[in-house]
């Protein structure tokens, strides 16, 4: 579907979302999942063949409080939806293709980091064969490619982008509310599974926010007036 060029805004919240999704719908929903699957075969090969000495991520205190829980599972493997609800509610083809290459720049650095720094995360010494998925989870994603956690960096980029959309689309309050415990539940998902220690998921956050805050100010954007999209320009001013 084409992108929707019009000179008034929707009158309502659901509307402009409603607006947002349709836009494009197809190109963002087969170039998110491309994107993914490019980013994971690089993830399985630098996992697989590591460059260098792989560095045991040290354990805090606060890694020792926190049990495993394996019902957060449900939240942890909810990213690979989440990642996409984002650049789904990009308006335009020149928003959705910048909004591509800051998230691809986010990745192609986290993977340059584990390629110079391969990291892992101290052996478990928990017994999950009672556990449904977690077998799979480890036998796909291993405990290699530790720090930065490339599941937190992705998940705050998405969240402060996201949240960006809903203030511009003028939603309920509580729906950007739920847009942050999604990321919450995410992240600490990342250590109640014992995919990653507090030091990946900082890391993570850190990586992912210097990317989600400058691309908040260089992309296009649609300047609102009252009630009027006007033209969009390449850097906004917030």
């Not at 691809?104 to 998925?133: N, R």
């Not at 530790?146 to 992705?154: E, F, N, R, Y």
């Not at 990946?200 to 989600?212: C, E, I, K």
Request: with cysteine; glycine share 8%.
């Amino acid at each position: 579907m084409a992108p929707i060029s019009r000179s008034h805004r929707p009158l309502t919240w659901t509307a402009d979302v409603g607006e947002r999704i349709r836009s494009l719908f197809w190109l963002k929903a087969i170039g998110t999942t491309a994107f993914t699957w490019l980013f994971f075969i690089g993830y399985f090969h630098l996992l697989r063949n590591p460059a260098y000495p792989v560095t045991v991520m040290p354990l805090t205190a606060l890694d020792h409080l926190i049990p495993f829980q394996p019902y957060t599972l449900g939240a942890y493997l909810s990213l690979w939806f989440y990642v996409g609800v984002a650049p789904g509610l990009q308006l335009g083809f020149r928003e959705l293709v910048v909004y591509g290459l800051w998230i691809g720049a986010l990745c192609i650095t986290g993977l340059g980091l584990f390629y110079f720094w391969p990291t892992q995360i101290p052996p478990l010494t928990i017994d999950v064969s009672g556990y449904p998925g977690f077998a799979m989870l480890q036998g796909v994603d291993a405990a290699g490619n530790a720090c930065p956690s490339m599941h937190v960096a992705v998940a705050i980029f998405t969240a402060i982008r996201l949240d960006h959309v809903l203030r511009e689309a003028r939603t309920p309050v509580f729906l950007r509310v739920a847009n942050w415990i999604w990321f919450a539940a995410i992240a600490y998902s990342t250590l109640a599974v014992k995919q990653h220690v507090v030091l990946d998921a900082v890391a993570g956050a850190l990586l992912g926010t210097a990317f989600a805050i400058p691309s908040l100010r260089w992309r296009p954007e649609y300047r609102n007036r009252p009630n009027t999209l006007v033209g969009a320009d390449i850097i906004g001013h917030h």
